[in-house]
């Protein structure tokens, strides 16, 4: 996907070239030609010329180039099609060329928005929180095979393909595959959602993401009414099943969670992993903070979820810091309190961290996090950690016993003022500041940090 996303960013990057003479464009064209059936395919996409200098005494040549090009670069010979449509509105080969094209590539990536007119597809435009996202459906007469899904071994014969626009190019991130009796407008408005969210998660998971795009969705009319993630796609039930908008969007961002969160796992109630659920709260917020709750629908808001779903479980863990016998629990409890504690770290040390100790807790248990924590901590010569609203004093983990700065103001343990140094054992400890509270091995005072906390 990402090789088609640079190929057609340097088509992008050609029709901004100089205007070239009708004998170089011949030329190019030539030689492009020539890479193309050597198989010379990066190069030959490179070679194609500036679209403002073709002509119609170019349309046989273009037309050799997109046969060579058709079956290793589909979204490059789509490009060309469209160029010979905008030389030739009334041709029917370059038209008969996209159809046949189409069918067997429903889902291009790296499309170019001036080409969507020209192309057999119904699309859809919208902007929300600063993301340009498009939703593409084959036309009706295009005769492309539907895909079977996997779990019913059925046809889904509505496609939906979801776009965020990068860098001028329409990145594919979503394929929305619907049963028969599906609204073609859910299709459309589940894959607008779920690519502003991945548009925006994706700068906040850097590495540590796990989705692979495109990711696919598949929609059934039958069934009970919810979601699930398995082997990469997200499955949703029922979806002509009246539901809130609110449940609309916490069931998809929690399938994103388990698609794209490094997961915990061992519990046996409410579910197995609980990445999605962290999913959630995570990303529900994010989501309300952008405005792109609006990507779903006009309204939706996450207040009421984040007082009843993500406060208590927070509140919770900031009391105490990690109970053994909740830690060894695998039931509700153990599993509420490892999102308490996941999102006391995210809230108190930041997302980076977060993030890191789910990546190197392997998908082990809610004990296997908080080691892989410490380990994250540990190679840090400074940690900053925040309180948020919370008051009194609050649970921090030191990652090895020894001599710690606890730098910041009013710093308290027990009720008295902590005088740096002071020797810390491994584990956690509940500590009261106000505002940051700056974290630092006495052995490196005065040393610049190598790499800060958050």
Request: glycine residues 8%.
């Amino acid at each position: 996907m990402r090789q088609s996303y640079l190929l057609i960013a340097s088509l992008v990057a050609i029709l901004a070239a100089a205007p070239m003479r009708a004998d170089e464009t011949s030329d190019r064209l030539r030689h492009a030609l020539t890479l193309a059936r050597d198989g010379s395919m990066d190069e030959a996409v490179a070679a194609i010329p500036d679209a403002a200098a073709l002509d119609r005494g170019n349309l046989s040549a273009l037309q050799n180039l997109v046969q060579a090009l058709t079956e290793q670069r589909p979204s490059a010979a789509a490009h060309l099609l469209a160029a010979m449509r905008r030389l030739d509105p009334d041709a029917m080969r370059p038209r008969a060329n996209l159809e046949s094209l189409w069918a067997a590539n429903p889902s291009l990536d790296g499309l170019l928005m001036e080409d969507l007119p020209g192309y057999p597809i119904d699309a859809e435009t919208t902007t929300v929180g600063g993301a340009t996202i498009v939703t593409i459906s084959p036309k009706p007469f295009v005769n492309y095979t539907p895909p079977i899904e996997p779990t019913s071994g059925m046809p889904y014969p509505l496609l939906v393909s979801a776009y965020v626009l990068k860098a001028g190019t329409l990145a594919l991130r979503f394929t929305v595959h619907c049963a028969d009796r599906v609204d073609p407008a859910r299709a459309r408005q589940v894959g607008r959602f779920l690519v502003a969210l991945s548009d925006l998660t994706d700068p906040v998971l850097g590495a540590e993401i796990r989705a692979v795009y495109p990711v696919p969705v598949w929609i059934s009319a039958e069934g009970a009414a919810g979601a699930r993630q398995w082997r990469g796609a997200i499955h949703i039930e029922a979806a002509n099943t009246p539901r809130s908008d609110i449940e609309w969007v916490r069931e998809l961002t929690h399938e994103w969670g388990h698609a794209a969160l490094p997961g915990i796992d061992g519990f046996t109630q409410p579910e197995a992993w609980a990445n999605g659920d962290l999913g959630e709260r995570l990303f529900l917020p994010l989501m309300d903070k952008s405005g792109r709750l609006s990507a779903w629908a006009p309204g939706v808001e996450a207040a009421p979820y984040a007082a009843r779903y993500f406060v208590p479980l927070v509140t919770a863990f900031s009391r105490s810091g990690p109970d053994p016998r909740l830690l060894a629990d695998k039931g509700r409890k153990g599993y509420e309190h490892f999102l308490g504690a996941a999102l006391y770290v995210d809230g108190a040390y930041g997302r980076r961290i977060l993030l890191e100790a789910l990546d190197g807790a392997g998908g082990g248990s809610a004990r296997d996090f908080l080691t892989s924590l410490s380990r994250v901590l540990a190679v840090r010569t400074a940690v900053e950690i925040r309180r948020g609203g919370a008051v009194g004093p609050l649970p921090i983990c030191i990652p090895r016993s020894g001599r710690y700065i606890l730098d910041g103001r009013a710093v308290r343990q027990l009720g008295r003022a902590v005088k740096s140094p002071i020797t810390l054992s491994a584990g956690w400890t509940m500590i009261e500041w106000d505002g940051v509270l700056t974290v630092r091995r006495a052995e490196v005072r005065g040393a610049q940090s190598s790499r800060r906390g958050r």
